[in-house]
């Protein structure tokens, strides 16, 4: 069974502050991990993904995130951040090892950056 | 930059009315699936579909829904007999393959039973 965790429901930080929104896994074998953004009245958009290699993962706008093995995790972030990152951020993980191709989202959370 | 397209935007249905979601995914795609978000929850599978048959589908994905690719560019999503709980936002996505690839959301189809 593969199943995804973010534990917090909603994250506040100052534009131009360092971001973190965390994601915790769980899955029988090794994961693939992906992060999804979602703008209001919007279908989720692709972020970034780790498959394999490098730990550290770079992705779209300014976003990386950091595969942690030993602690199940995938944590979002980005240096500095801009009001217009404020929106519903999704982690998902797929384990390679099953047999399904569908991955489990977490629940979200809600990003905001105050001004 | 290709991308999938869903129609209608939002659909507004009497229950017991069937539906009928369309999507356009993105053409080299081979992998096309189904979500459904309600309003402030999670984002659940429904079904995957590949080669032109069910590849997985969900326990949510019952007898009430199908879906069907009728001509090769469409991906539809059928729910024959709508209930009020059938009120959500359903996503349409599509990936190049299942294996290790992101999938590529649509807009969305915003359903009201009412």
């Known amino acids: 069974a593969q199943s995804v965790a973010q534990p917090e429901d909603q994250v506040n930080v100052a534009e131009g502050n360092p971001l973190t929104v965390k994601c915790t896994y769980s899955?029988?074998?090794?994961?693939?991990l992906f992060w999804y953004v979602q703008y209001p009245n919007r279908g989720l958009q692709f972020l970034l993904k780790?498959?394999?290699?490098?730990?550290l993962v770079k992705g779209s706008y300014g976003f990386e995130a950091e595969f942690n093995k030993s602690q199940t995790s995938f944590h979002l972030k980005k240096p500095s951040a801009l009001v217009s990152d404020s929106a519903l951020y999704f982690c998902?993980?797929?384990?390679?090892?099953?047999?399904?191709?569908?991955?489990?989202f977490g629940r979200g959370t809600s990003l905001i950056v105050h001004p | 930059e290709p991308e999938v397209t869903q129609t209608p935007s939002h659909q507004v249905t009497q229950m017991g009315q069937e539906v009928i979601l369309r999507c356009v995914p993105i053409?080299?795609?081979?992998?096309f699936y189904w979500y459904r978000q309600i309003l402030g929850q999670k984002v659940e599978f429904l079904v995957s579909?590949?080669?032109?048959?069910?590849?997985?589908k969900s326990e949510i994905f019952d007898d009430q829904f199908s879906v069907e690719r009728p001509d090769g560019s469409n991906f539809t999503l059928k729910i024959r007999s709508t209930k009020l709980e059938d009120s959500a936002m359903y996503f349409c996505?599509?990936?190049?393959?299942?294996?290790?690839?992101?999938?590529?959301f649509g807009p969305g189809t915003r359903l009201t039973v009412t």
């Open positions: 780790y498959i394999t290699g490098d730990n």
């Open positions: 998902a993980v797929r384990d390679v090892s099953g047999g399904s191709y569908i991955p489990t």
């Open positions: 579909f590949y080669n032109n048959e069910i590849s997985e």
């Open positions: 996505a599509s990936s190049p393959s299942g294996a290790s690839y992101e999938q590529y």
């Open positions: 899955v029988s074998g090794n994961p693939y």
């Open positions: 053409s080299n795609h081979l992998y």
